[in-house]
């Protein structure tokens, strides 16, 4: 069995689905689509965004790396500077303290030395002094002026 088709009730459906079509894709289709292109590019918009801040954040991080690098570097470099400019002025006032110990050595020890030769010489002069009593009381007499001359210039 063959059924013709109505014409009617097809151009009846087709024009009324084109008339809903227009009504939905107005009201529906359209804002919907819209929506979903707009939510699109605003999702695209954040996520390139996102990126750029991204590589501004590492590259503002490598170059406080690099500064934070370059500061401890120079204070190194300064405290290194700084110790040895110390050990310096330690080695130059342990040089001083050297200088003046010598000197105050020699000094003593010129002074020693005199007042060595100073007691030699009243020794020498006791021991003279000692030696004509002696002699005076061996010899049970004075000792002559020219004896006592000899004893004067017999140190020299």
Known sequence: MHLPPDWGTFGTLLVSFLIFWVIFRRL???PFLRLLGDRENRLRSLNE????????QKALLEGREH???E??????SRRDQERRQAEERIEAMLAGVRSETHDALEK??????AEIAAAEQQID???????RELAAKVLERPLSARA???DHQAPA
């Open 108 to 113: 003593v020890r010129a002074e020693v030395e």
């Open 49 to 56: 965004e996102t990126e750029r801040l991204i590589r501004e």
């Open 28 to 30: 529906f289709f359209d």
């Open 67 to 69: 500064e934070l690098a």
């Open 71 to 76: 500061v401890r570097r120079e204070a190194l």
């Open 148 to 150: 006592l001359q000899t």
């Open 125 to 131: 002069q006791l021991a003279r002094v000692l030696a």
